[in-house]
């Protein structure tokens, strides 16, 4: 189990390493979910309400993942490093985890600047809306690793990771505007954990056979 | 399988759809043997090795393979590396993966051997593809493979390379089996024990 551990952490530091170095996936998220919240801070009309706005956060979060994801597996795609992580004799769910970790990190990155600035232009977030957040969070990154490495096995990658990601998306973001807006927010907490839970154990089980012919 | 075996192919087949990349290959390896494969570009080679290394399965035949997955070492046409990280990161990262012990100590002597501890700390992206060829050697290596498979690895390496390589092969026949695809089967003569010329199918 350590050692299984120890693969995990070390795919994940790289993952963060590369990101350090190359800084082409977090600027770009950053720079689109902050984006799309100041266009729709102007889009909306003042009568709109909180609920609209809770769904269009949703929609800038599910779109900023989007495109960390199409980005994952690049580093892994250029010089053909996805085939020694594959040769290699660990555990090959580990890769998968690895990602999922990195993946959330740079989400996780996003949202800290997304979450200050849809208060400022929309609405307080509450304790649900925030559990909302990571749930879902967990979910987008867990199954988006896996489909994403599912794309980048393809040769038309870029259509197919939406094709792919955004049908599993949406039981996430309606569990996540639920949790923002419902009066019991704990079902659809639960919903998401439950989730996150049945998509988890899915992709780490599945991983292998998406990266071996 | 015999125990004296570390590869028996037989009737071997890849497809790809309709189109049959491989056909009718059989052949058995001994564990100090070196099989050296052959053929024009588009024969399969490429193919075969990575069926031979598991990264792909035979539409159709037996493969039999007496090493554990973390007992093969591979240099393919990629160099299988991370281009932004340095050559020390690399080594470090892949050693980590396949448990090798005092990795350090043995992560130094490759690149020593291979010309590459003055370009340690440099980015791959920053290698010569020369260079990156011998890098993707050393990662090969790292683990002492009990079964090492090459694609073409003379390919990019300058006469120096190539000549320091060639050592290396005999050397390496000693301690494990070698499966080699090459355009210059000559540069082989002292180590290939079996021979495998692929045709266009």
Redesign the interface.
Known sequence: MS?YL??VA??AR?DL??EL??RDTLPAMLLFVLSTLVVFHFALPADAGEDAAYGLLWVALVFTALLGLARAWV?ER????L????????DRSAIWLGKTLATLAFLAAAELVALPAFVVFFAPLDASALGGVVLASIGICAVGSLVSAMAAAARGREVLLPLLFLPLAIPLVVGGVGASISPDPGTYLAFLGLYDAVFAILSWAAFEYVV?? | MDDALVLRASGLERRYGSRAVLRGISFDLPRLGALVVTGPNGSGKTTLLRLL?????PTRGTLEIAV???R?G?V??????????TAL?NLD??G????VPERRERIGMLLERYGLWDARAE??SAFSRGMTQRLALC?ALLHEPALLVLDEPHSALDEDGAVLLDGELVSLAETCALVVATHTPERLDGVATTRLALGRS
Do not use: N, Q
């Not at chain 2, 990629?78 to 281009?83: A, T």
């Not at chain 2, 980590?96 to 448990?99: G, K, M, T, V």
């Open positions: 050692a120890a693969d070390a795919l790289k390493k590369l170095r190359a580093a250029e010089a053909g490093a085939d020694g992580l594959v040769l290699a004799p660990s071996t012919e | 290394v598991g990264l792909a399965a554990d997955r973390g093969v591979y393919g046409h990629e160099p299988i590396l991370y281009r932004e990280l990161e990262l892949f980590r993966l396949y448990r980015r791959v990662r």
